[in-house]
């Protein structure tokens, strides 16, 4: 079975411009989440979606957005790129609620550079 | 809030040498444990996990025991292979009475190991 796959893997962006970030997740998990990851520091949560609803936010400002589509795939938008938005972001799947310590199954993640 | 703090790093080792990488935790409850791997260039792998006190994660050789009363879950392995060279992370999730998200995990800073031959 694929695993949890993002697009791109690489992008390079400058101040101000926004991105979009794109995760799908393993067949039958309904639950995504979002983490960055600042080089040399450990993932930081910032969003879980299930259902397509927003279950969970971390704290993070209000250019970030995300969404979950009816086939729970999901997009990670930053508005108005910072210098400090450069990270590696991950994507993460779990299997539906009933399963409360299944692990979370992350994708390569894509490494975003702002210039 | 919840907060995981482990051995700052890097580590070097030598190949079959013993491995501890220490990992202390804050959270109320009874939260669940993990520790995850990252090769370069690659997302994270869940190593093993505990889910309860006492419990012992296992997996490839490497060893981790939920100790509630010294809030601990060191990741051990007796015997170190160059392949295990990578960057280990422990990680929590809120217990379920806590009202948390079991999705939202909270990472350490890390741990670089690298194991020479």
């Known amino acids: 079975d694929a695993g949890v796959t993002q697009s791109p893997t690489h992008l390079i962006k400058t101040r101000g411009q926004h991105v979009t970030l794109r995760c799908s997740p393993i067949?039958?998990?309904?639950?995504v989440s979002w983490y960055q990851q600042v080089l040399g520091q450990g993932p930081q949560f910032i969003f879980q979606y299930y259902e397509k609803e927003e279950r969970g936010r971390g704290n993070f400002p209000d250019r970030f957005s995300a969404r979950q589509f009816p086939n729970y795939s999901s997009e990670l938008n930053v508005n108005a790129l910072l210098l400090g938005d450069s990270a590696l972001y991950l994507c993460a799947s779990s299997p539906p609620t009933g399963s409360y310590n299944s692990p979370l199954h992350f994708g390569n993640g894509t490494r975003l550079t702002v210039t | 809030g919840d907060s995981v703090t482990q051995m700052e790093g890097p580590v070097t080792l030598s190949e079959e040498a013993f491995l501890t990488i220490n990992c202390t935790y804050t959270?109320?409850?009874?939260?669940?444990l993990f520790w995850y791997v990252q090769y370069p260039g690659e997302g994270l792998q869940l190593l093993l996990k505990a889910t309860k006190a006492d419990d012992k994660g296992s997996n490839k050789g490497f060893e981790a025991t939920y100790r509630k009363e010294t809030t601990s879950f060191h990741l051990e392995k007796g015997s170190v292979q160059v392949s295990d060279s990578a960057v280990y992370f422990c990680?929590?999730?809120?217990?379920f009475g806590s009202g948390g998200s079991n999705y939202k995990l909270t990472f350490g800073k890390g741990t670089l190991l690298t194991v020479n031959p």
């Open positions: 067949s039958g998990h309904k639950s």
């Open positions: 990680a929590l999730s809120p217990s």
């Open positions: 959270a109320t409850g009874y939260p669940s």
